[in-house]
């Protein structure tokens, strides 16, 4: 994909320090440098507590950096800034909607949803393969399905770029590998500038066009792969020598 | 519908046997009327002043209503007030919290100083019982908006007033009506202690006088039509819950 002009994320020396309520500082994040060019599958990988999901929170300028700068399209980021769809390890649907209202709910916060917007909607679901659930309460629905739900609803407003916290993490195996099909196909369909927090070596590694790994506490990035095998890549590509050096390259470097 | 008339059954066969077993127990006994009478007794009584029972049971149900619905108006607008804001939350829970360990009764006095006798000690009795659980509720709902799902709005760019309209309220809509199930009992426990306190009528009142008079056959009566009374109140709750936000009982 594309990958000219400035990147669409940039983070500079971007450091991140915490005062907990008893008055004592933990740094979650020191000195980060990367960059997300715009259309790129970028995955951020690491052991738990290394400050995955504050970078997160960063990029979407829910909170600001203690040290460094972070850009959105060249700008510091100061609240969040438009073009932003989120995705979490719960799918955190309302239970009180339906599914197509769920989709709907990130319309709602800027207009009345039009028949335009539920059409969007439908497709949208459509596209992964709920086309029948639209009026199914949530709470029917199996947790992949939700978590599809929860993809369309992150991508309703067409946003420029996808922030996925751990999307897949409370799934089964198979289920998780049927979305990694859901979420190739979607990229293929909707260009959308992707990235990814895992913990899972397979999905970095199925997924990414770019992957990079983190430190323990406090974070920071010590390792940076590219796989550059083609998208949308299939299933049998898990069982290639290259997928699993790839695997195995990464691990090495989360293990030290 | 089905499984409620099940529970329903067993609940009667059950109080049936137990009507009885009181009813062998007095006969065997030979316990005086005046100490303990037979629930032939009791409906025997019931019947005899069914007119004015009636009236005054429509006195103490209308002022349970009175108190619930003020105490659920007022309770849902300041659990919002509370759960929204950050201030109110700060001023006024903990005094909140000291006011619901008071016993509520003991304001029934100072309620009559200031409303004499009749029925406004009693209906802000029962008020100020079953204004706290709907507080406590209705913030405890609105406190549990996920995280995650808060910074989705944020940024998708929803203020906190839009965070609250659409996720916030349909939230504690459950627990509003679970808690109405508790202040509808706390509005009739208010209404039937101000009643004995402080009224001329409702069934609090019959039971005083029935008990000063040593009519026991009376006052067992009152006591069994409150009995069902409250029954009936949690039961009503129950089922208004279950309509008012059917998705909070899915798993039933």
Redo the contacts between chains.
């Keep these: 994909m594309s990958t000219d002009g400035t990147p669409l994320v940039e983070a500079r020396h971007l450091g991140l320090r915490y005062v907990s309520e008893d008055k004592e500082t933990f740094e979650a994040l020191r000195d980060v440098n990367y960059s997300v060019a715009a259309g790129e599958f970028l995955t951020f990988i690491g052991p738990s507590g290394c400050g995955k999901t504050t970078l997160l929170k960063l990029m979407s300028g829910l909170i600001g950096p203690s040290s460094g700068r972070i850009l959105f399209r060249g700008k510091d980021i100061s609240g969040p800034p438009p073009g932003i769809g989120m995705a979490f390890q719960d799918p955190l649907l309302l239970p009180w909607r339906n599914v197509v209202d769920n989709v709907l709910l990130p319309i709602e916060i800027v207009r009345r949803p039009t028949s335009k917007d539920r059409d969007k909607a439908r497709n949208l679901l459509a596209s992964v393969g709920l086309k029948g659930f639209e009026r199914s309460a949530s709470w029917q629905l199996s947790g992949g399905m939700r978590q599809r739900v929860s993809l369309c609803r992150a991508l309703i407003r067409d946003p420029e770029i996808l922030l996925m916290d751990e999307p897949f993490a409370a799934l089964d195996a198979f289920t998780r590998e049927e979305l990694w099909g859901v979420l190739q196909e979607l990229r293929v369909k909707i260009q959308c500038t992707m990235v990814l927090i895992t913990h899972q070596l397979n999905e970095a590694t199925f997924l990414s066009d770019r992957i990079l790994v983190m430190s323990r506490r406090p974070g920071h990035i010590i390792y940076e792969d590219i796989i550059s095998a083609p998208s949308p890549r299939p299933n049998e590509y898990t069982y290639t020598p290259e997928f699993i050096a790839h695997v195995n390259a990464i691990r090495r470097r989360i293990e030290h | 519908m089905r499984k409620t008339t099940i529970v329903l059954l067993e609940s009667v066969v059950a109080l049936l046997l137990a009507l009885m077993l009181w009813e062998l127990a007095v006969r065997i006994f030979q316990v005086p009327l005046f100490i303990l009478p037979p629930p032939s007794a009791v409906v025997q009584a019931a019947y005899a002043s069914a007119p004015a029972l009636s009236k005054h049971l429509a006195t103490t149900v209308l002022g349970t209503s009175v108190s619930l619905v003020a105490a659920a108006l007022a309770g849902l607008a300041t659990g919002l007030l509370v759960g929204y804001s950050q201030a109110a939350s700060r001023l006024l829970y903990p005094l909140l919290g000291g006011l619901h360990a008071l016993p509520m009764s003991a304001f029934i006095p100072i309620f009559v100083v200031w409303f004499g006798i009749g029925p406004m000690p009693k209906i802000l009795a029962g008020a100020l019982i079953a204004f706290f659980p709907v507080v406590v509720n209705v913030v405890t709902g609105l406190r549990t908006i ?1 995280p ?2 808060w ?8 203020t906190k007033g ?1 965070i609250y309209r ?2 916030g309220i ?2 504690a809509m459950p627990y509003f009506f679970a808690s109405l199930k508790v202040a509808g009992g706390g509005s009739f426990i208010g209404n039937v202690v101000g009643e004995m306190i402080a009224s001329g009528s409702g069934l609090g009142y019959v039971l005083i006088i029935a008990t000063t008079s040593l009519d026991m056959p009376l006052a067992f009566t009152s006591l069994t039509i409150l009995l069902i009374l409250g029954m009936f109140i949690f039961m009503a709750f129950e089922v208004i819950e279950r309509k008012a ?1 059917p ?2 009982f ?1 798993h039933n």
Excluded: I
Excluded at chain 2, 151 to 158: E, F, H, I, P, R
């Design positions: 996920e995650e799902l910074d989705m709005l944020k940024v998708s760019g929803a839009q659409k996720v349909p939230r936000a998705w909070a899915r």
